[in-house]
C-alpha cells in the first residue's frame, strides 16, 4: 500500500538546521494525515510534530519555536524544517501516516499509526 521514505537527516552542531522530507509513494484509497516522530534506542517515541485535518500545524512542546512542518499539497510530500538544533534533538526521526487524522494530530507516542519510513538520523553536536 502506501509507503513513506525519508531524507535529509545528517549530523550538525547545536544552533544548526535540517530539513527532512518524507516522500509517499502507492495508492491513495482515502485521504490520510501524516506527522513526525522521533526515538533513541531503548526508548518510546515521541511525537514531534503532525497536521490536523484542515492543515494546522501542531508541535511538541519541546520543538516549539524551532520546528516547522508543513506539506506539499500537489505531491503530499511531508517537510519538517529544524532550526536550532539542540542535543537532545538527536534521534532517529520517522514520519508516519493514518487515515485517522484527529489521533495523528494528537502525536501519540504509542499508537500503531497505518504507514511508517524508514526513519533518517539526526545527530546534533555540542
Known amino acids: 500500500r502506501i509507503q513513506l521514505v525519508e531524507s535529509g537527516g545528517g549530523s550538525v552542531q547545536a544552533g544548526g538546521s535540517l530539513r527532512l522530507s518524507c516522500v509517499p509513494s502507492?495508492?491513495?484509497?482515502?485521504?490520510?494525515?501524516m506527522g513526525w516522530f522521533r526515538q533513541l534506542p531503548g526508548k518510546e517515541r515521541e511525537g514531534v510534530a503532525a497536521?490536523?485535518?484542515?492543515?494546522?500545524?501542531r508541535y511538541a512542546d519541546a520543538v516549539k519555536g524551532r520546528f516547522t512542518i508543513s506539506q506539499d499539497n500537489t505531491t503530499n510530500t511531508l517537510y519538517l524544517q529544524m532550526d536550532s538544533l539542540m542535543p537532545e534533538d538527536t534521534a532517529m526521526y520517522h514520519c508516519a501516516g493514518d487515515h485517522d487524522c484527529v489521533t495523528i494530530a494528537t502525536m501519540s507516542s504509542t499508537y500503531p499509526f497505518n504507514y511508517w519510513g524508514q526513519g533518517t538520523q539526526v545527530t546534533v553536536s555540542s
Open positions: 497536521l490536523d485535518k484542515d492543515g494546522t500545524p
Open positions: 502507492g495508492p491513495t484509497l482515502s485521504k490520510y494525515c
